[in-house]
């Protein structure tokens, strides 16, 4: 009965705005069949997806892995049973995505050897983690470690870590995140552009030269535990098949407490080699160490799915042209050999994406009305691998990427209840913000700056991949402010999640968690969609933004 009120109350307010100004912008675009289908975003309809989803019987959802597939094809049997156009490969709804799965073997061996000195076997999981990118089942490298910083070549910041050196045959030791300001126009002051993140990082080092790269880990640089690099590091992990870009044999991370061995092995000081770092007259530094590795790796060719769905428009124009709705729903899979409980479920991340993203498709195929844009909804493999399927999906998009009006993705969406916030990072950067402000507005929710722009979030989810084939796109996700508690609370309910559940088994369904605020977050991304899909023009980035040139490439008018 409550939620009933709440739901009317949302629609009347709608309603309101619109009766009260008929030239109100937006609200033209809520013909009463949205209305009506948007009241039917119903919570408890969310929840049971998430139960499904994040069940043991689906084993973590592993990419590639059976509870994967399952999950795939259940996520496709809603697509079928909303009567939705399948938008996959082959008039299917799966669009197979060819990966190679590697893991890697026990005999591998990571050893630093000092030109003076008795070599130093690192420890697998607790004092290193490693991949061999190249896709062979065995590699070999005795190679000099240089240390090279941040390993970033920014020519926009007028950063350049290489000076030119030739790192041909190295192996790269470098930090994690970027040079640290305060100064918006140096890498975005406080937040993290690409160049912190460890992708770009890998993929510069292969563009060198270099055969391999191992990033120093530090909590507070890297903005999460050791924890979760050795788990999205352990086990198999999955690539998008070799397209013949160079690629690095040894991809590593070691710990903090193992890089402070290696640069005492060579005579210095860890704490001096980062603060060296921070100085644009920084240069490679050349360590009397070598790292000798033999990588022995399981290969493994496979598909795995992205499955996607579309809803044709209305408008005989327009209907080529879309909005899209992306969530991903792999996980971490399982640790057979892992003692106590080794599947990782995944429940908040992101049986809860993927279970907003089934309901907004339902309430958009039930609706007696259709928007004038297609809709496509894309639940997409491969996230926790490293933005796979986003990255294949946004390679061979079901509608060209300058139709696409706009990518709305959910990712993690916790049940705590009721926002009073919504956090839409990135949609600031389009010129979709305007509107994004009006209807937050709207829903009573205070629009949330990233808390922590310093964390890189906007690099780390699926929209990115969708940005960087010009899409404009971004997360739908509450802020930290809930009904009945202090935005402490929920900052409270984050550290928590992030410290002991984040990517860890405990990610679990609860049967007393509270999905009101995965409907809420719903129904905004339900209106947000349906006038993205209503707009007279494309939405596009803002002019400079750094994919504003990938947008032009797309064709986008
Ligand atoms: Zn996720």
């Not at 790192?167 to 995140?177: H, R, S, Y």
């Not at 769905?309 to 892992?338: C, I, N, Q, T, W």
Request: negative net charge.
């Amino acid at each position: 009965m409550r939620k009933n009120l709440v739901l009317l109350s949302i629609i009347l307010l709608i309603c309101g705005v619109w009766a009260q100004n008929s030239s109100h912008p937006m609200a033209v675009h809520f013909p009463p069949a949205a209305i009506a289908a948007f009241q039917k975003i119903d919570a408890e309809r969310i929840r049971a997806h998430v139960r499904f989803l994040s069940h043991d019987l689906l084993e973590g959802r592993g990419t590639g892995q059976r509870g994967g597939d399952i999950a795939a094809e259940y996520i496709a049997t809603q697509f079928a049973l909303d009567g939705l156009k399948p938008a996959g490969d082959n008039g299917t709804y799966m669009q197979k995505v060819p990966m190679v799965g590697i893991t890697s073997a026990p005999e591998s061996t990571f050893a630093l050897v000092p030109s003076k000195g008795s070599a130093r076997e690192l420890k697998p999981l607790s004092e290193y983690v490693a991949y061999d990118e190249t896709q062979q089942t065995d590699s070999t490298v005795n190679a000099e470690i240089v240390y090279v910083g941040y390993g970033v070549e920014a020519p926009e910041y007028h950063w350049d870590d290489y000076k030119g050196v030739d790192v041909k045959g190295k192996v790269l030791l470098m930090l994690v995140n970027e040079p640290t300001s305060e100064d918006p126009k140096f890498f975005k002051g406080k937040a993290l552009t690409y160049y912190g993140r460890w992708v770009y990082k890998y993929e510069q080092a292969a563009r060198k030269g270099a055969v391999g790269a191992i990033l120093i880990h530090q909590t507070e640089m890297a903005s999460y535990p050791w924890e979760v690099v050795r788990n999205s590091n352990s086990g198999e992990k999955s690539y998008l098949k070799l397209d013949g870009s160079p690629k690095l044999k040894v991809a590593a991370w070691i710990h903090l407490d193992a890089a402070r061995e290696l640069a005492s092995m060579s005579g210095l000081d860890i704490g001096k080699l980062m603060a060296d770092a921070r100085s644009k007259d920084f240069r490679p530094v050349p360590l009397p160490v070598k790292l000798q590795a033999h990588m022995v790796n399981k290969v493994r060719p496979f598909e795995s799915n992205n499955v996607i769905a579309m809803l044709p428009g209305s408008d005989a124009k327009l209907k080529s042209e879309a909005v899209m709705y992306s969530a991903h729903y792999d996980h971490l899979g399982m640790r057979p050999d892992m003692p106590g409980d080794n599947i990782y479920n995944g429940a908040d991340d992101n049986a809860t994406g993927c279970g907003i993203l089934m309901e907004v498709a339902h309430a958009y195929a039930d609706a007696a009305q259709k928007p004038r844009r297609s809709i496509l909804f894309a639940s997409v493999t491969a996230e926790e691998q490293g933005l796979l399927g986003s990255e294949y999906l946004g390679k061979h998009p079901p509608v060209p990427a300058g139709k696409i009006t706009l990518d709305l993705n959910y990712d993690d969406v916790p049940p705590l209840g009721s926002p009073e916030e919504v956090e839409v990072s990135g949609s600031e950067r389009t010129t979709f913000y305007p509107t994004v402000q009006a209807l937050a507005e709207e829903f009573r929710l205070a629009i949330r700056p990233d808390s922590r722009p310093e964390a890189g979030h906007y690099y780390r989810s699926d929209h990115f991949s969708l940005a960087r084939v010009g899409i404009p796109a971004f997360s739908i996700n509450a802020g930290v402010k809930y009904k009945g508690h202090d935005a402490a609370w929920g900052m409270q309910q984050a550290n928590e999640f992030t410290e002991k559940h984040y990517h860890q088994p405990s990610d679990e369904y609860h049967p007393e968690s509270d999905f009101t605020g995965d409907a809420v977050m719903a129904r905004f991304g339900f209106a947000l969609g349906w006038e993205a899909a209503s707009t007279p023009k494309l939405i596009g980035w803002q002019k400079g933004d750094e994919f504003e040139p990938a947008r032009i490439k797309s064709g986008a008018k």
